[in-house]
């Protein structure tokens, strides 16, 4: 755990392209071949507009005659609006990783079901609005890493996602229509289908949350428009939230550092409808601050580490109007 900047600044402003990695006559051939013996699909900066079926079917041809597998198919940094299902028929079966980055994409749905061993898939700075959620969930099972930062959603299905037993890291950052993470689900926390009948309420809560996110570390949505987090949204092994510049978003799970003992860093800079007083009486939100106190040598007096001031909690008591906290740095 260390101080670092809390929402990163990796992204270019303007899409550029490169005219000298254009797909022609005379060079598709030769990529083919560096393709099947890389098992990398590399179509990044070649100005296209959509991926091109006919290089596909020739690769197809080759890994008939040997062995070889496609692992990454990237076309970071073109103009492509649609993936067409055709395009994973033959080889996306060894797909592990699908980077769609800065295009020009609406929507993710139905080319999830041939990426049965999809394990990151990076479609940042898109324009995508919606995702077949229940489609990812059911066929990409395998996936560790999802990245939707800079795109046009408005709602994300934690729901859905919180089957994937094996995601690590969920970043939709960058949404500033998202003001929803799926339906509330509240309900569904006192409705467990298999409870046993001698269960307590706590217990059958404990359960499913046990059955959700079982290896998700890290989360973050900064820059959107989120209202608020279900309480039910407690990852067993998270470490690591990050909600900065969501102006509308009123609080956290109330459960979050009770329930999440791996947790080591949650930033809500510039949330100014969240009150410093509901994060202080949040459950083991005391024993969090010891905890992190301990872990960091004596140094810092404070529970989150994230911002640019060293020893920051994460909750910008400027905007909120409140200095109370502030005692608790050295």
Request: charged letters at 30%; aromatic letters at 4%.
């Given at each position: 755990?260390?101080?670092?900047?809390?929402?990163?600044?990796?992204?270019?402003?303007?899409?550029?392209t490169?005219?000298?990695?254009?797909?022609?006559?005379?060079?598709?051939q030769?990529?083919?071949?560096?393709?099947?013996?890389?098992?990398?699909?590399?179509?990044?900066?070649?100005?296209l507009?959509r991926?091109?079926?006919?290089?596909?079917?020739?690769?197809?041809?080759?890994?008939?005659?040997?062995?070889?597998?496609?692992?990454?198919?990237?076309?970071?940094?073109?103009?492509?609006?649609?993936?067409?299902?055709?395009?994973?028929?033959?080889?996306?079966?060894?797909?592990?990783r699908?980077?769609?980055?800065?295009?020009?994409l609406?929507?993710l749905?139905?080319?999830?079901v041939?990426?049965?061993q999809?394990?990151?898939?990076?479609?940042?700075?898109?324009?995508?609005?919606?995702v077949?959620?229940?489609?990812?969930t059911?066929h990409?099972?395998?996936?560790?890493?999802?990245?939707l930062?800079?795109?046009?959603?408005k709602?994300v299905?934690l729901?859905e996602?919180?089957?994937?037993?094996m995601?690590?890291d969920?970043?939709?950052?960058?949404?500033?229509?998202l003001?929803?993470?799926?339906?509330?689900?509240?309900?569904?926390?006192?409705?467990?289908p298999?409870?046993?009948?001698?269960?307590t309420p706590?217990?059958?809560k404990d359960?499913?949350n046990?059955?959700?996110?079982?290896?998700?570390?890290?989360f973050?949505?900064t820059?959107c428009?989120?209202?608020?987090?279900?309480?039910?949204?407690?990852?067993?092994?998270?470490?690591?939230?990050l909600?900065?510049?969501?102006?509308?978003?009123?609080?956290?799970?109330?459960?979050?550092?009770?329930?999440?003992?791996?947790?080591?860093?949650?930033?809500?800079?510039?949330?100014?409808?969240?009150?410093?007083?509901?994060?202080e009486?949040m459950?083991?939100?005391?024993?969090?601050l010891?905890k992190?106190?301990?872990?960091?040598?004596?140094?810092?007096?404070?529970?989150?580490?994230?911002?640019?001031?060293?020893?920051?909690?994460g909750?910008?008591r400027?905007?909120?109007?409140?200095?109370r906290?502030?005692?608790?740095?050295?």
């Amino acid at each position: 755990m260390g101080c670092c900047a809390s929402t990163p600044q990796d992204q270019p402003s303007s899409r550029s392209t490169n005219t000298t990695n254009k797909l022609t006559k005379k060079n598709v051939q030769t990529r083919v071949q560096n393709w099947h013996s890389t098992g990398i699909v590399s179509l990044r900066d070649c100005s296209l507009t959509r991926i091109p079926l006919e290089p596909i079917a020739s690769l197809v041809e080759m890994m008939q005659t040997k062995d070889n597998k496609i692992k990454t198919i990237d076309v970071t940094n073109n103009r492509i609006a649609e993936i067409p299902i055709s395009v994973f028929v033959d080889i996306g079966k060894s797909v592990q990783r699908l980077i769609l980055g800065k295009n020009t994409l609406k929507s993710l749905d139905t080319f999830f079901v041939h990426l049965k061993q999809l394990k990151v898939l990076d479609a940042h700075a898109n324009a995508i609005e919606t995702v077949d959620w229940r489609l990812l969930t059911k066929h990409c099972t395998k996936l560790k890493s999802l990245n939707l930062r800079g795109n046009k959603l408005k709602e994300v299905n934690l729901e859905e996602l919180g089957k994937m037993e094996m995601l690590e890291d969920v970043d939709v950052s960058e949404n500033g229509r998202l003001d929803r993470l799926g339906r509330s689900a509240e309900s569904s926390s006192s409705s467990t289908p298999n409870a046993t009948p001698t269960a307590t309420p706590s217990e059958e809560k404990d359960r499913e949350n046990e059955e959700k996110w079982r290896s998700l570390t890290s989360f973050a949505a900064t820059k959107c428009n989120l209202l608020s987090i279900p309480d039910s949204f407690l990852p067993p092994k998270i470490k690591t939230i990050l909600l900065d510049d969501n102006p509308r978003l009123l609080g956290l799970p109330r459960d979050l550092f009770q329930n999440c003992p791996l947790l080591q860093r949650v930033s809500a800079h510039r949330c100014p409808a969240m009150e410093s007083k509901s994060i202080e009486t949040m459950n083991g939100y005391s024993e969090f601050l010891e905890k992190v106190h301990q872990s960091n040598d004596k140094k810092i007096k404070v529970g989150v580490l994230l911002g640019s001031r060293y020893g920051d909690d994460g909750f910008d008591r400027k905007m909120m109007g409140d200095e109370r906290l502030d005692g608790l740095k050295s």
